[in-house]
């Protein structure tokens, strides 16, 4: 169902303006990047939900425009289809938002109809450029794992370490393309999570056709999930390298959904015990400096089946408080 507010220019200008602002940090400072890169189609997100379809695409087609008259300039023609593809989720995830009910159905068929887009838009640059898709993605792995080796010799990594880095980069290369679809999985859901979060921010209060998702600090995926952490914990144990990758790529994607439910439990208790709200983001941020602390929040959300830390589960005869 299309949205009914009548169209706003201003609000058209500004948040084309700020989406094809985004798309060049991200192709100016890739570092940096990165991080408008995960939000660059929230614009277009709302002010599709907003307005309605046609009004989204024309903004996203003007930013690819605008893009595209600087890039001719810049020289970066060949990345306009990218940006084409990151774009679209603001205008997939709100028609989906328009159709279903509840944040794991939201997530969930956002990110298979974004997989979608994104396997149809290889299939077809591999048949534009006569190759196939595993050997682009190779090619891209190997190409990326070569600009992280210049990026951390430009920030001035120890040389050893560097060499080190250079010995080990066909083994990561390999790993990469052998758990690429669980780190494609993984990514495409984060993403899509982030920016459906996003957009519930921007919408909370303000509009009230959009889904309520409940209490998101007392989510928590079905208890049958764990059974494929068990499963891919046994495929991984079996002598057989097909096996063993395809445990780990499933083991990957399973703990990946504990870390959000790690994450629920995390804002939970923030919330619970008031936390500073510039604590809670000093911890964020060291969620993503120290991998260690993503397997600590993943264990939370793992054992949260078992330990139930924040007593969602107590009998319905309890009525302490």
Same mark, same amino acid.
């Given at each position: 169902?299309?949205? /009914?507010?009548?169209?706003?220019?201003?609000?058209?200008? %500004?948040?084309?303006? +700020?989406?094809?602002? @985004?798309?060049?940090?991200?192709?100016l400072?890739?570092?940096?990047?990165?991080?408008?890169?995960?939000?660059?189609?929230?614009?277009?997100? #709302?002010?599709?939900?907003?307005?309605?379809?046609?009004?989204?695409?024309?903004? %996203?087609?003007l =930013? +690819?425009?605008?893009?595209?008259?600087?890039?001719?300039?810049?020289?970066f023609? &060949? =990345?306009?289809?990218?940006?084409? /593809?990151?774009?679209?989720?603001?205008?997939?995830?709100?028609?989906?938002?328009?159709?279903?009910?509840?944040? &794991?159905?939201?997530?969930?068929?956002?990110?298979?109809?974004?997989?979608? #887009?994104?396997?149809?838009? @290889?299939?077809?640059? =591999? @048949?534009? /450029?006569?190759?196939?898709?595993?050997?682009?993605?190779?090619?891209?792995?190997?190409?990326?794992?070569?600009?992280?080796?210049a990026?951390? &010799?430009? +920030?001035g990594?120890?040389?050893?370490?560097?060499?080190?880095?250079?010995?080990?980069?066909?083994?990561?290369?390999?790993w990469?393309?052998?758990?690429?679809?669980?780190?494609?999985?993984?990514?495409?859901t !984060?993403?899509?999570w982030?920016?459906?979060?996003?957009?519930?921010?921007?919408?909370?209060?303000?509009?009230?056709?959009?889904?309520?998702?409940?209490d998101?600090?007392?989510?928590?995926?079905?208890? $049958?999930?764990? $059974?494929?952490?068990?499963?891919?914990?046994?495929?991984?144990?079996?002598?057989? &390298?097909?096996a063993?990758?395809?445990?780990?790529?499933? @083991?990957?994607?399973?703990?990946?959904?504990?870390?959000?439910?790690?994450? =629920?439990?995390?804002?939970f208790? !923030?919330?619970?015990?008031? +936390?500073p709200r510039?604590?809670?983001?000093?911890?964020?941020?060291?969620?993503?400096?120290?991998?260690?602390?993503?397997? !600590?929040?993943?264990? /939370?959300?793992?054992?949260?089946?078992?330990?139930? !830390?924040?007593?969602?589960?107590?009998p319905?005869s309890?009525?302490?408080?």
């Amino acid at each position: 169902m299309e949205a /009914v507010r009548n169209f706003n220019v201003r609000e058209f200008i %500004l948040g084309t303006a +700020i989406t094809t602002s @985004l798309f060049l940090v991200v192709v100016l400072s890739p570092v940096i990047g990165f991080v408008f890169c995960l939000l660059a189609p929230l614009p277009i997100a #709302l002010f599709t939900w907003r307005m309605g379809r046609v009004p989204g695409i024309t903004m %996203l087609l003007l =930013s +690819i425009g605008l893009l595209a008259a600087v890039f001719k300039i810049g020289g970066f023609v &060949e =990345s306009l289809p990218f940006f084409l /593809v990151l774009g679209s989720a603001g205008i997939l995830i709100p028609e989906v938002l328009r159709r279903v009910q509840g944040i &794991e159905a939201a997530v969930g068929l956002s990110v298979v109809a974004y997989l979608a #887009l994104i396997g149809a838009a @290889l299939l077809g640059y =591999s @048949l534009a /450029v006569d190759r196939s898709v595993a050997d682009i993605v190779r090619s891209y792995v190997d190409e990326s794992v070569r600009y992280s080796l210049a990026l951390y &010799e430009e +920030i001035g990594l120890p040389r050893e370490q560097i060499e080190q880095l250079k010995e080990s980069a066909p083994e990561v290369a390999a790993w990469v393309v052998h758990h690429g679809p669980a780190l494609l999985v993984t990514g495409v859901t !984060f993403f899509v999570w982030l920016n459906v979060l996003g957009l519930r921010l921007l919408s909370q209060g303000r509009d009230p056709a959009f889904p309520d998702f409940g209490d998101l600090a007392c989510w928590k995926m079905p208890d $049958w999930v764990v $059974w494929f952490v068990i499963a891919a914990g046994a495929a991984m144990i079996v002598p057989e &390298e097909a096996a063993q990758v395809a445990g780990l790529n499933v @083991l990957i994607v399973a703990l990946f959904l504990y870390l959000l439910q790690g994450l =629920s439990i995390v804002q939970f208790f !923030f919330r619970q015990k008031n +936390i500073p709200r510039y604590l809670r983001a000093l911890f964020y941020a060291l969620i993503v400096l120290y991998q260690y602390l993503l397997v !600590f929040v993943s264990a /939370v959300g793992l054992f949260d089946i078992w330990v139930d !830390f924040r007593k969602m589960n107590r009998p319905a005869s309890d009525t302490t408080a």
